[in-house]
């Protein structure tokens, strides 16, 4: 172990150690003389036997006591929690260990040169902050860049630099305090299904704001982007690279932070986060993007990522405890919410002013543009879909008005089911495989199949493991422990028949999720057969031998409307002039619905709409009678 009187440390789960030694590789390189901490969450007996040689490996029941963590594992979901532990951390190398400077730094980040910098910036402070931006954007950029940064944070949490000081204890202790009592993430915990406590997002970057404010003498902002080059402050100049060496506006880069990179086909464009490099992809990032990548499949092929640990002391509610809404009443939080928004409505007409003259803004800008529209000059850069991923990096825009209500919603299930997801996943109907990447994240899953038809144009140019006729699975009786199967049913002749077959192939107590469509146009014409309400869905599910844990409606009123107005844009027969024209204008009614949507109650009832269902099921122990 390196004794050195710098260090660097990093927070992660289990399943993150291939991320962590990507790191420690990158460290190894321009920073060998610098130690690196990496605190594992997780019980001991949970987590593998032998941590890779390297990095010093720090558990957490060296920092918090049995009932703490207790208590965190049961509050926080393990994303919340590597952002609630922060400032545990800090606390901990300013009481405990005897560096002098620290950084601590997110995994998905590379470190390409001496930190030296750094080290000489915290002479000068305790507390060193990599802000989002030093320079403004454009107004037509400032949502949702400027926006995005006001919600979560003027300061990067991946990369935060101490001193070791009084200052640096007093403000790592106040940290720990208000992180362990406020760190929910709102948007995570709404996609995951989980009970929301407030309005804003990523509660550890947002306490950031207060430090230079509370720890005035104390702090110093490292404005220089190369320190924390992210797709934050990326437009902020010019990237280059010399000789394998990358450079930011002539200085070389020290640290890039690698924050929601799209798929390799797409890493020029920076980000999935960011709009903003569309218009001007960086071919420089895309390079240092790749070695990362690189860096990441050498290091998981060395020590494959697990399945995250700590819930092993408190397990989290599973998906029967949990208030379904497809059976349960609105949440109390949403109807206060509702009705204070109504209250301060009629009290403050301003506000519905405003609303007025933000619709009339977007209207103005469309207008603004119609002339070159008109002209095609800017056609292909207004009503292309920006998405990187089209299926999982989505980004609203005028080139997916149809898929995006329904694909959004769609990820949305994924994600908050692929926990239940493990073993040998069989994906049928696989197509491209648009989920694969995503579930794989979670460590859970030692096989991934792909089965199609042999025929399909849905997975021209991607590999399958295995080919089928629609009727019989070619696999041995519970050999699989998960099937995924999004929208595929539909296109069943006889549901019960495949659904039967899926069941024969699953192991007792293997899960299946599915998804189906409700609005959508015909399509696939001879084979596409059914639209399925609700119960239906359970009907099909329970006859085939399943007990089904949950049907979760996608989208309601709101979105309902946005899909068919997005597939009536793109499908309805029309000159195109007037397609891009109409497209224009519904542009800023159909933000408003995708937006109101977010927040709309649904439940199975009577008159209620939805564009789709997803559904979790679970093989019967019974052996089939098939």
């Not at 998905?108 to 910098?117: C, H, T």
């Not at 037509?140 to 860049?145: K, L, R, S, V, W």
């Amino acid at each position: 172990m390196k004794t050195t009187k710098h260090a660097i440390t990093s927070i992660i789960t289990s399943n993150y150690i291939p991320q962590a030694l990507t790191l420690y590789s990158y460290i190894q390189e321009s920073n060998p003389e610098t130690s690196f901490l990496v605190l594992v969450l997780g019980e001991r007996d949970s987590l593998p036997q032998a941590l890779p040689l390297g990095p010093e490996w720090i558990y957490w029941d060296e920092l918090l006591n049995q009932e703490t963590r207790m208590r965190l594992a049961k509050e926080y979901t393990p994303f919340e929690l590597s952002c609630v532990v922060r400032g545990r951390l800090h606390h901990y190398l300013s009481t405990k260990r005897s560096f002098e400077k620290w950084i601590m730094v997110d995994t998905d980040i590379g470190i390409l040169a001496s930190l030296d910098p750094i080290w000489e910036e915290l002479d000068s402070g305790c507390i060193a902050l990599t802000p989002h931006a030093s320079k403004p954007v454009n107004l037509d950029h400032a949502f949702p860049h400027e926006r995005n940064i006001l919600k979560h944070g003027l300061f990067n949490a991946g990369v935060v630099g101490m001193r070791h000081s009084e200052a640096a204890e007093e403000a790592s202790q106040w940290l720990c305090e208000r992180l362990e009592a406020f760190g929910h993430s709102y948007a995570h915990r709404q996609a995951s299904g989980l009970p929301t406590h407030h309005d804003f997002e990523f509660v550890d970057q947002i306490w950031l704001n207060l430090l230079p404010v509370y720890f005035r003498d104390s702090t110093v902002v490292l404005a220089r982007e190369v320190y924390n080059l992210g797709h934050w402050n990326l437009h902020q100049g010019e990237l280059t690279r010399h000789d394998g060496v990358a450079y930011f506006n002539k200085q070389k880069v020290v640290i890039a932070h690698f924050s929601g990179l799209p798929n390799r086909q797409n890493l020029e464009m920076v980000s999935a986060h960011s709009q903003l490099y569309l218009d001007r992809p960086s071919q420089a990032w895309a390079a240092m993007a790749e070695d990362y990548l690189d860096r990441l499949e050498i290091a998981k092929r060395v020590v494959p990522s697990v399945p995250y640990a700590y819930t092993a002391i408190q397990p989290r509610k599973s998906t029967d405890e949990r208030a379904s809404p497809a059976v349960s009443g609105p949440p109390k939080h949403i109807i206060k919410r509702a009705l204070r928004k109504l209250c301060l409505g009629l009290k403050s007409p301003d506000k519905i002013i405003g609303g007025m003259k933000l619709v009339g803004w977007q209207i103005k800008r469309s207008s603004q543009i119609l002339p070159s529209v008109l002209s095609n000059r800017s056609a292909e850069k207004i009503f292309i879909d920006r998405s990187p991923n089209a299926f999982t990096d989505l980004i609203p825009c005028m080139g997916n008005y149809e898929t995006l209500a329904i694909r959004t919603w769609i990820l949305q299930a994924v994600s908050q089911a692929k926990q239940q997801f493990h073993g040998k996943l069989l994906d049928v109907g696989a197509g491209s495989s648009p989920y694969e990447e995503l579930i794989m994240e979670t460590g859970r899953i030692s096989q991934y199949i792909k089965l199609d038809f042999a025929k399909s144009e849905y997975h021209k140019g991607h590999s399958l493991d295995l080919t089928w006729d629609g009727k019989t699975i070619p696999l041995q009786p519970q050999s699989i422990d998960t099937v995924l199967m999004t929208e595929v049913l539909e296109h069943v002749h006889r549901p019960g028949d495949l659904l039967r077959e899926v069941r024969r192939v699953l192991k007792p107590g293997g899960v299946l999720f599915l998804t189906v469509p409700f609005i959508w146009p015909m399509h696939e014409l001879p084979y596409d057969y059914h639209r399925f309400t609700p119960v239906a869905l359970k009907a099909y599910l329970e006859e085939a031998d399943f007990n089904v844990q949950n049907i979760q409606i996608l989208g309601g009123w709101d979105h309902s409307l946005a899909q068919m107005l997005g597939l009536w844009l793109t499908n309805r027969s029309m000159g195109e002039r007037k397609r891009k024209i109409a497209k224009l204008l519904a542009w800023p009614f159909y933000s408003f619905l995708l937006r109101r949507g977010q927040s709309e109650y649904k439940e199975v009832r009577n008159h209620q709409m939805h564009i789709g269902l997803a559904a979790v099921a679970l093989a019967t122990d019974e052996h089939p009678q098939f």
